[in-house]
Structure formats: C-alpha cells, structure tokens
C-alpha cells in the first residue's frame, strides 16, 4: 500500500514538474533552434587578454612608482616620512 502511494506520488510530481518547468517547451525550442560554429582564434583571445592584464598592472605599476617617488623624494626637501597618495 505504502509503495503504491509512493508510486503515485512520484508520477504526481513528475506531472506536475514537466508542466511547471515546461520542459517539453524548451526541448522543442531547442530542437527547432539552428546552432553554428562560431569559430574563434585561441591566439588572439590569449594576445587580448594578456594585454588587457598587461594595461591594468601598468596602472598600478604607475601608482606605486609615484607613491614611492613622493617617500623617497618629498618636495619639501625634509626627511622623507610616509605620506598617502591620493
């Protein structure tokens, strides 16, 4: 009795997921979609990623170069002390 009630149950619920999820709907979109190769250039994707990496770490090589000229050089020719870059 308690297998048969389970049985019915899970069927319930299957029902009743398919419908909600419309799974049968988005089978048959994706099967009367039309899919291409869209192909790319690995060695370009890696040049314009790695450039992009490259202009990033440029700022904050800038940053900290400025922020360690103005410690090691203060404009007020005074000993230098830690000062915040902003």
Known sequence: MIQGAAKTLGLY???IT????A???MEQVLDDSTF???SSDDA???KDISSSISNK???YKLLIAKSFIQYILP???RHPQPRPVL
Request: hydrophobic content about 30%; charged content about 35%.
């Open 36 to 38: 291409s190769d869209k």
């Open 44 to 46: 370009q994707t890696a």
């Open 23 to 25: 799974i049968h709907k």
């Open 18 to 21: 398919l419908k909600e999820l």
């Open 13 to 15: 619920l299957h029902g």
């Open 57 to 59: 770490l440029e700022k």
């Open 75 to 77: 404009a007020d020719g």
